[in-house]
C-alpha cells in the first residue's frame, strides 16, 4: 500500500514503483487472458506441439470464458437501464444528464475493469461540460492512511517520456508531470497545478473520483478479480480439448487396407508403390478385401474429465448454463425451474449491488453539483 504519494514520486525512483509491480502484472494477464491472447498467460499450452510443427499446424482451441463472464455481470446489473428518481422538478435535468455524460456507458467499462481486475474507477470532471470517465485501474494508486482509509487517489500514466499524474484530494486536483528515462523518474515534479474548481466553484467538498468494487474483504478492500479462482480449470479444459482435437485431426483420413496383389514392388530399389486410381482387385482364395483402417482412441474418459470440469467452472463462477442463454435438457423451463437455477447468479449480482449502489449514487451525485442541479 501507498502511505504517501511523495514517496513514489521522487527523482531515482523506479516507475511503476516496486510496492505495485504484482498488481500490475495481474492486470497485464487478466487484460491478455480477456482479450483472448491465452498463450501469453498459458504458455504450457504451446508445449502441446513439437517445436518444428508448422505454425499453421498448431491449432489451439481458446475458451474465452474470462470475457464472456467479464460482460455477464454488467449486462445482468445494468444491462436494463437502472431508474434513477430524484424530486420532480429536477427529474427531466438529471435524465438529460445521465444521457449527456454518457454514465452509464462508462458505468459498463468501469464494471467489465470491476470483474477482470477487481476494481473499476471512474471520474467526474468538468470540461465545459460535466463528464464521466472510466479509469484504467493500471492508471490508478490509491494513498491510504495508517488505518486503510484513502486520503488520496493517484492517477498516473505515461506517454512516451513523460509521467502525468493527477493527485485527487477532496474538492482539489493537484497535476503534475516527471520526466521518465529507462523505468525511472528522471526529474523533479514541473507543471505542477492545483485546481479547487470542485470546492470553490461548484462547493464539492470530496473526491472526484468513485472506485467500483468488486468482492471485498478485511484484507483486500480494492476488491478480487474474478479470473483467478478460475484459471487452473480453463487452462485445464483448453489443454484437454487441445489434445483431443490432435488425436481426432491425426486419425480424421484413416488408412486404406488392400490385397497384396494391389502393390507393386521396384526390383532394383525395393520401393512400394500402390495405384490409387485401381478400381480391381485381384485376390487370392483366403485374402480379405480392401478396408479402411480405423482408430478407436477411447477418449470417452476425456469427455467425462471436460463435463467434471464444467461443473466445477458453473461452481466457482456462480454461473450456471441458462445465465448464458443455454439449455441443458433443450427444453423450456418453468419460471420457477429456471429462477432455481439461477439462484447462484442472481445472489451474486446482489452482493454485487450492494458495493456499486453507494458509489453510483455519489457519481450521480458529483455530476449533478457540476451541472448545478439540486
Not at 58 to 82: A, Q, V
Amino acid at each position: 500500500m501507498i502511505t504517501d504519494v511523495n514517496s513514489i514520486l521522487q527523482k531515482g525512483l523506479r516507475w511503476p514503483p516496486d510496492a505495485e509491480s504484482s498488481r500490475l502484472k495481474l492486470y497485464t494477464q487478466n487484460e491478455n487472458l480477456f482479450d483472448g491472447n491465452h498463450t501469453a498467460v498459458y504458455t504450457g499450452l504451446l508445449r502441446l506441439f513439437h517445436e518444428s510443427a508448422a505454425e499453421h499446424q498448431k491449432i489451439i482451441l481458446t475458451l474465452n470464458w474470462h470475457r464472456r463472464l467479464s460482460t455477464l455481470w454488467p449486462d445482468l446489473l445494468i444491462g436494463e437501464l437502472p431508474e434513477v428518481v430524484v424530486s420532480e422538478t429536477n427529474q427531466e435535468a438529471i435524465d438529460q444528464l445521465l444521457l449527456d455524460t454518457a454514465t452509464w456507458t462508462e458505468t459498463y467499462k468501469a464494471l467489465i475493469d470491476m470483474s477482470r481486475f477487481g476494481t473499476g474507477p471512474i471520474k467526474a470532471y468538468m470540461d465545459s461540460a460535466p463528464k464521466a470517465q472510466a479509469v484504467a485501474p493500471s492508471r490508478w494508486f490509491p494513498v491510504v492512511d495508517s488505518s486503510g482509509q484513502i486520503v488520496e487517489h493517484l492517477l498516473a500514466w505515461q506517454v512516451d517520456k513523460t509521467l502525468n499524474c493527477e493527485i485527487h484530494r477532496k474538492g482539489e486536483i493537484e497535476t503534475r508531470t516527471y520526466q521518465i528515462i529507462e523505468g525511472k523518474i528522471a526529474s523533479d515534479a514541473h507543471e505542477i497545478e492545483i485546481n479547487t474548481d470542485a470546492r470553490d466553484t461548484y462547493g464539492i467538498d470530496d473526491f472526484l473520483l468513485v472506485p467500483l468494487c468488486n468482492l471485498t474483504t478485511t484484507t483486500n478492500q480494492w476488491g478480487v478479480d474474478d479470473y483467478t479462482p478460475l484459471d487452473p480449470i480453463i487452462k485445464r479444459l483448453e489443454t484437454r480439448l487441445t489434445r483431443l482435437g490432435r488425436i481426432l485431426d491425426a486419425h480424421s483420413e484413416p488408412a486404406m487396407g488392400v490385397p497384396e496383389d494391389a502393390i507393386t514392388r521396384d526390383p532394383n530399389t525395393g520401393a512400394v508403390s500402390y495405384d490409387s486410381s485401381l478400381r480391381i482387385f485381384p485376390m487370392a482364395e483366403g485374402q480379405s478385401p480392401p478396408q479402411y483402417i480405423t482408430w478407436d482412441g477411447q477418449l470417452s474418459a476425456s469427455f467425462q474429465e471436460i463435463s467434471f470440469l464444467m461443473d466445477q467452472l458453473y461452481a466457482l463462477s456462480e454461473t450456471c448454463p441458462q445465465a448464458f442463454g443455454q439449455s441443458i435438457s433443450g427444453t423450456a423451463e418453468s419460471g420457477t425451474s429456471l429462477r432455481l437455477r439461477m439462484m447462484a447468479p442472481l445472489k451474486r449480482v446482489e452482493r454485487l449491488r450492494l458495493n456499486i449502489d453507494p458509489a453510483l449514487k455519489k457519481l450521480i451525485w458529483l455530476l449533478a453539483k457540476f451541472s448545478e442541479i439540486d
